[in-house]
């Protein structure tokens, strides 16, 4: 059973679409996050979210747009997309803020944009 | 606001060498500390994690680290690598209450027979 999943594992696209990155776990943790993973591996937040309330927006373009349709779905939505967006996307739940434990890490998704 | 310095970007070592990866944080919270290990083209795993307690912190695959308050530091250290153990380190800390991960920039174990 896969506790933290990310769709889809790849993803390649052309400059200036419009993708989305789906993240779900089955957990039942209350906290989710977004971390980009650039080029040179260097990692970073961008969104967190608690029970679909977003608790945590880093410096990220507008463009990057995220969505808790449910405690148990983060997702991300990136417009008209550029090549420095090309990264490798990792998901993250956290049974709930403030508790003394750890983040679970999905896959990833690695993006290219052409 | 936290911060973290993995001042290695890679470490060469020999196979069944003793290794030490460093890592040094700064913040003016407490928070929590870990490890975290990335394989080639994969995610990130959980190597280790100090939340409270004994400051010395050990995994099933013999790696060890300590946290140590005064030097705010949490170095990992092994006796003896693998040539499996060749990977890219990241250490990270996060503040207890929202707990975002801050990462250094990794280190990256190159392991050679």
């Known amino acids: 059973d896969t506790a933290v999943s990310q769709t889809p594992k790849y993803l390649v696209t052309q400059m200036g679409n419009d993708k989305s990155i789906k993240c779900e776990q089955n957990l039942g943790h209350d906290t989710m996050y977004w971390y980009k993973q650039d080029s040179k591996k260097f990692l970073k937040i961008m969104f967190s979210?608690?029970?679909?309330?977003?608790?945590i927006n880093e410096t990220v373009p507008n463009r990057f747009s995220p969505k808790s349709p449910d405690k148990a779905h983060l997702n991300l939505h990136i417009n008209s997309l550029e090549l420095g967006d090309s990264a490798v996307y990792f998901c993250a739940s956290l049974p709930q803020r403030g508790a003394r434990e750890t983040q679970y890490f999905g896959p990833g998704t690695r993006l290219l944009v052409l | 606001a936290q911060s973290v310095t993995q001042l290695d970007s890679q470490v060469p070592v020999f196979e069944e060498a003793p290794v030490e990866l460093r890592c040094n944080y700064s913040?003016?919270?407490?928070?929590?500390l870990f490890w975290y290990v990335q394989y080639p083209n994969q995610g990130l795993q959980l190597l280790l994690k100090y939340l409270s307690g004994s400051t010395l912190v050990k995994s099933i695959n013999g790696f060890e680290a300590e946290f140590n308050k005064s030097q705010t530091s949490f170095h990992l250290r092994k006796p003896s690598v693998h040539i499996s153990d060749t990977a890219e380190y990241f250490c990270?800390?996060?503040?207890?209450?929202?707990?975002?991960?801050?990462f250094g920039t990794g280190t990256r174990l190159l392991v050679s027979p």
């Open positions: 979210y608690n029970n679909k309330e977003l608790i």
């Open positions: 990270a800390v996060s503040d207890k209450s929202f707990q975002k991960l801050v």
């Open positions: 913040s003016s919270v407490s928070v929590y």
